[in-house]
């Protein structure tokens, strides 16, 4: 039982091991990313003291003689310096500063980084609203998102027919006849997704139906 203990401990220690990210940060970042902000000094020079400060929060991190005297939650310090981020969120947006000191106070190194955190975006549903003269809208709706980033594409049948932020696209009556299938994809810079494909139809009889159906593409 205990070489079973120790085998196992083993295991799942290496395994936390692999996991920590060592990716640099880019700009635009996905909600829950872990990475880096590099500290760079001249001639590579170890120093003595670091801050790191953001924008929006102030102070975030200040380090001297090998202790910590200052540092927000969900982050932390790498060993040459640069700033760790366990899991970022949209409050992390901005821009990062940091300036380092040798021993004698002198500054060694600064530099400046912005990163954009986004959420994930949602499965987009296409609304369709016909009118009484056989025209139809179609909606892209993403239920409760608020990014103003957010960009949409029109497909028919499969092909592109409009990208731009606008989230309607409107068809004539003898488009509608066609009965070709529509679908709209969502994107912002760190993620897209795509509607089911539907395809609208009019009937005009003592009561005016509009309808909806699924279509296989």
Known sequence: ?????????????????????????????????????????????????IKWTHDRNGNILHWRDGRIKTKAEG????????????????KDTGTYEYRAFNTDGTEIGQGKAEIKVYETVPKPTVMINCTADGNAALSCDVENSKDPSLTVSWYEDGKLIQNEIKPQVFLSSTQVQENKPYSCETRNPVSEEKSESVTVSYVSDAKTTNKMRKSSG
């Open 1 to 49: 039982m205990i070489f079973q203990y120790n085998l196992i401990l083993m295991f799942l220690c290496g395994f936390a091991a692999l996991s920590v990210s060592t990716e640099t940060c880019g700009k635009d970042l996905l909600v829950g990313t872990s990475c880096i902000i590099k500290l760079r000094t001249k001639t590579n020079e170890k120093p003595y003291e």
């Open 75 to 90: 982050v932390s310090k790498e060993e040459d310096g640069s700033l760790r981020f366990q899991i970022v969120s949209l």
